[in-house]
């Protein structure tokens, strides 16, 4: 009675870890394709301001034509481009210099930095940049759990047999559209 116990304990054990061990990489690989989608939710809802705020910004600025036609073709770059995260983020880092450089110009334009729309709409984006880096942080710890299973032992046996490979980081330069620092006296 022993023996046919301890046989069966031999040949499931494996099979029950190669079954946890699987489900465990399906997990990751699920978590990280989430994390993306979030990626890319909080990216079409940058582009979807960056129209908004050329329009507001050429209206004021209408000899800065060169750059706001830099940004909106960047912006169109950033939409179309479907690729690895490697091939996203070098898009969103010439955008995000391009922002940059806009909303430094902008500081030309004291009717510009007092207008209500383009206050709510530099509000907006920055607020969009928070949430791109919250998402890309939460998306390569996702990134980072995956690797370490496909790459250590003895998951990366059923990594291996599975077609799990490990998945791109995305990286882009930490540089954020800031709102100027409001200081109201009185």
């Given amino acids: 009675m022993v023996v046919p116990i301890a ?6 054990a494996p099979l029950l870890w190669i079954v946890v061990a699987y489900n ?24 979807n301001l960056i129209p908004n705020l050329v329009s507001t910004v050429k209206g004021y600025a209408e000899h800065e034509r060169a750059l ?14 479907l690729g690895t995260p490697a091939r996203q983020a070098d898009a969103e880092n010439q955008l995000v210099r391009s922002l940059n450089r806009l909303m430094a110009r902008v500081e030309y334009y004291p009717d510009l930095k007092a207008s209500r729309n383009f206050l709510e709409l ?15 942080r939460f998306f390569n710890g996702n990134v980072r759990d995956l690797n370490n299973a496909v790459q250590t032992f ?13 998945r791109e980081f995305f990286e882009i330069d930490d540089v954020r ?10």
């Fill in 68 to 81: 706001l036609e830099e940004v909106t073709r960047l912006r169109e770059t950033c939409v179309n481009e």
């Fill in 122 to 136: 530099q509000e907006e984006l920055v607020n969009t940049e928070d949430r791109i880096q919250a998402a890309r």
């Fill in 177 to 186: 559209v800031r709102a100027p620092v409001r200081v109201e006296l009185g």
């Fill in 7 to 12: 046989a069966a304990i031999v040949v499931l």
């Fill in 24 to 47: 465990n990489l399906v997990r990751l690989r699920n978590h990280c394709d989430e994390a993306w989608s979030n990626i890319d939710t909080e990216l079409r809802r940058r582009y």
């Fill in 154 to 166: 003895p998951s990366s046996i059923i990594a291996g047999m599975g077609g799990f490979t490990c």
